[in-house]
């Protein structure tokens, strides 16, 4: 494998480079800090009309401080450089015709803002909520009110095409096979061991989304539908800043947040605590029903009433070393410690037919559970002289501890109501849990200003072990011994390795760029069940292409084709062949002979950028090869299975629209639609796994600033269409969400407000039918809450309004 690797580098290195388009022209540069000369990333460069200062494109610079600014039709321009703690820089008379197809502006030097000059100036500034990136989409956190004293998945659930279930499963245009990265990289805090943890982090912590549907072969290939990619905050600013904030909310929801950090020309060091505690009930009802020709065999009555209560503590350190003027070596490490206590009475009715009732048992539980995640990171980047590329290298080791424990008595009942003589059943459950991952990666990029073209490669390995030991008992009622149960006696090893390399070609042909990509890796996935010495291997070598395409009509309209092939493998969880018997009639059991399921995407987009309109629409389709698919698998004795199966193969089409309308300055409007057509054809024996149906979603962001732009109010409405699996259809109930918060002495205080599900209509439920089976439940937890947030900032920015200086015109609410 290595040495073909070897040898596609070297084809595409040689790749010949050609000229830039005829009928537009470039202009480029890249910034530096003038104080130490080091690039600058994350520097806003906007392009105006020099005969009416309207907005003519824009970008961000890029790590080491690049920036190009394709297709700029013939004209004479502004260049604006700008970032929030520097003074703007201006470029007037820049002039693009048939003689000067290329600007190169040069090296621009931002200077700092003195800070007696601070006292005398506000630098005004917001970034939009939600902007399209090159090949990605970036949902600005900050912006978004209603994130305000919430977790990692009450943003995500914000998002347009993005979902998230009761139990804080992510999906992403209705599949929920996506995958979860932190800063680029797999964590045990986002699912490497099959569980989202993302209730750990604090949305006060997060800088960005990015949605990355087709990615480019940089990219794991893993998840259907694409990557998710959680972004945290990292202080961009010089000198001492920080932030104290406490958000309470109705039924005993408080938390609170520290950041602070400290940047030189040597050093960047940053820290950010948060106290989570939250306490809540968590119902859900189902019904059973076994059929014969129609008619009601026996049914199966289920009500549950809980408690669930949550606390944790997350703190995350980070350090970056300025080595030399192009080298940086940075330190990072995450920790969290967070409890769990669920309570509930389970309610059991059975009844010979539809209202003959034969059984009534009542099953009481109490499930503490404590984690402990930790996630430690070292990275070093070189930049290369004249901008021409970086090359990057980190190791980072993710750990992650859990510790289960569960305490059941069922208590039996005659059908009078009278305490039945048969002797109560008193359960133990003990369960922990171990996770590993372990990534190391090594990126080169190189860039070929005269040719426009760029060229990438790089080489990661991701290792992932997980160890489950779990041992349950229960009370004998004859001796009133505790003995061996069989709810849950297993010890279970699972091993990952994945092993990758990729190269990226790309490039500019006048209206035209491109990007190709290829990505090789051999995988082994390895689950074993060392209580029965049950071993399973899967090991593969796949190569995945991804190609890009887009063509700039004009300056503010662009159109895009994209494909990826991309996989699904198998959780460690769904691989796990152990039988759970903790709910005795809804069995649970993974398959260890699950197939990954392989999928190939295509993408069609177009978006346009207007003064008060923009616009990003697209088509999909994905074919899916061997689907991985939760089902549930209905016994004689009335007690189901919940399993997962390979389904043969499924196609999805749909249609993603996000509308951006601020038809006046203080009045921002952001709609997005998403809906999806999918049909599963499968051929497996005595079973129907062969369904189709069509599903929605929509979101409308409504924000209105007012009170001369120290206040905002924020209107957040979803709705989730049921979604169609391979068994049934299951559906997310919507919600409408308001906040609002004001800011005082000059940004330094800010007070927020925010109701959550106004109408208290949140909620799950799933509907499965067979021909002899239909199973209906119904999930509600508590959704309608008040919150209240206060917040405190300090530092050396943002300290006065004698003078102003407002980057909102033009529309570029920057």
């Known amino acids: 494998m290595i040495k073909k690797f070897l040898v596609f580098v070297s084809l595409v290195s040689l790749a010949s480079f050609h000229s830039i388009g005829q009928n537009s022209g470039v202009i480029k540069g890249s910034v530096i800090d003038a104080t130490d000369s080091k690039p600058l990333e994350y520097v806003q460069i ?44 201006f470029i007037n008379n820049l002039i693009v015709n048939d003689l000067n197809r290329l600007v190169d502006v040069g090296i621009l030097k931002l200077i700092t803002v003195k800070i007696e000059s601070l006292e005398e100036v506000k630098i005004v500034g917001k970034l939009d909520v939600f902007k399209t990136g090159i090949d990605k989409k970036i949902y600005n956190v900050a912006e978004d009110l209603s994130s305000k004293g919430g977790s990692a998945n009450d943003v995500l659930d914000k998002i347009p095409s993005v979902g998230v279930d009761q139990d804080g499963k992510i999906s992403l245009r209705g599949d929920g096979n996506v995958t979860i990265l932190i800063d680029g990289r797999p964590s045990s805090f986002s699912g490497g061991n099959g569980k989202s943890l993302l209730d750990a982090i604090p949305a006060s912590s997060i800088d960005r989304i990015e949605i990355v549907t087709n990615p480019s072969a ?19 600013l010089r000198g001492t800043n920080g932030m104290i904030s406490l958000s309470g909310a109705t039924g005993n929801l408080i938390n609170s947040s520290m950041s602070f950090s400290y940047r030189n020309s040597k050093l960047n060091t940053y820290v950010n605590y948060t106290n989570r505690y939250n306490d809540g009930y968590r119902n859900n009802s189902g019904t059973l029903e076994q059929l014969s020709n129609g008619t009601t065999v026996s049914l199966l009555d289920q009500n549950r009433t809980g408690m669930d209560y949550n606390k944790g503590n997350t703190i995350r350190f980070g350090a970056d070393f300025f080595i030399k003027s192009n080298q940086t070596f940075g330190v990072l490490a995450t920790a969290n410690l967070s409890e769990r206590n669920r309570t509930g009475d389970l309610i059991n009715n059975l009844y010979a037919g539809s209202s003959s009732l034969i059984k009534n048992w009542i099953r009481s539980s109490y499930d503490p559970t404590k984690q402990q995640n930790v996630d430690l990171n070292l990275n070093y980047k070189i930049d290369l002289k004249n901008n021409k590329g970086v090359i990057t290298t980190e190791a980072t080791q993710s750990l992650g501890n859990e510790a289960v424990k569960g305490f059941y008595t069922e208590k039996y009942f005659n059908i009078n109501g009278s305490k039945s003589s048969k002797s109560d059943l008193n359960q133990q459950l003990y369960n922990k849990e171990k996770n590993n991952i372990s990534t190391v990666q090594i990126d080169y990029t190189r860039t070929f200003g005269k040719s426009n073209a760029r060229f990438e490669t790089g080489l990661i390995s991701i290792v992932r072990n997980l160890g489950v030991n779990t041992y349950s008992q229960r009370t004998d009622t004859l001796t009133n011994e505790t003995v061996s149960d069989t709810m849950a006696n297993f010890i279970y090893k699972y091993n990952e390795q994945v092993y990758a390399g990729y190269v990226i070609y790309g490039k500019q042909v006048g209206k035209f760029k491109f990007q190709g990509g290829l990505r090789a890796e051999q995988s082994l996935q390895a689950p074993f069940l060392v209580s029965t010495n049950q071993k399973f291997t899967n090991e593969y070598f796949k190569l995945y292409p991804s190609g890009h395409l887009k063509y700039n009509a004009k300056s503010n309209t662009e159109l895009s084709l ?18 759970n018997y903790s709910d005795p009639y809804n069995l649970r059991m993974g398959n260890p002979n699950l197939k990954p399921e392989f999928i190939n995407s295509f993408d069609l987009g177009y978006s346009i950028e207007k003064s008060k309109l923009t616009m990003s629409s697209s088509v999909y389709y994905r074919y899916t090869k061997d689907v991985i698919q939760r089902i549930k698998i209905f016994n004689p004795d009335q007690t189901s299975s919940v399993t997962f199966t390979n389904v043969n193969q499924s196609q999805t089409t ?68 049921p979604v169609i699996t391979a068994q049934g259809v299951v559906q997310r109930r919507g919600t409408i969400d308001f906040s609002t918060e004001k800011t005082l002495k000059e940004g330094k205080w800010s007070i927020g407000m925010r109701v959550t599900d106004i109408f208290n209509n949140q909620g799950f439920s799933f509907r499965v039918e067979q021909p002899s089976i239909l199973q209906v439940s119904e999930f509600k937890w508590l959704t309608r809450r008040f919150f209240l947030t206060i917040s405190y900032k300090f530092g050396k920015l943002e300290m006065s309004t004698k003078k102003s200086i407002n980057d909102n015109s033009s529309g570029g609410d920057f």
């Open 218 to 236: 940089k990219y794991s290939p893993d998840g259907t539908s694409g990557i998710i990619n959680i972004v945290m905050k990292k202080n961009k």
């Open 654 to 721: 749909g249609i993603e629209l996000v509308l951006i309308y601020k038809p006046i300055k203080w009045f921002k409007n952001m709609i997005s639609f998403t809906g999806s057509g999918v049909k599963f054809t499968d051929n497996t024996p005595n079973f129907d796994y062969n369904n189709s149906g069509f599903t929605w979603s929509a979101k409308y962001v409504g924000t209105v600033d007012f009170w001369k732009k120290t206040m905002t109010a924020q209107l957040n409405m979803n709705y989730n269409a």
């Open 562 to 579: 994209s494909y990826s092939r991309r996989i699904n493998r198998a959780t460690s969880s769904n691989l796990n062949p152990f039988t």
């Open 46 to 89: 906007k392009l105006l009309s020099s005969i009416d200062s309207s907005i003519v494109g824009g970008i961000y610079t890029s790590v080491n401080g690049g920036f190009e600014i394709q297709q700029v039709p013939k004209g004479t321009y502004i260049l604006k450089a700008f970032q929030l703690g520097f003074e703007h820089i």
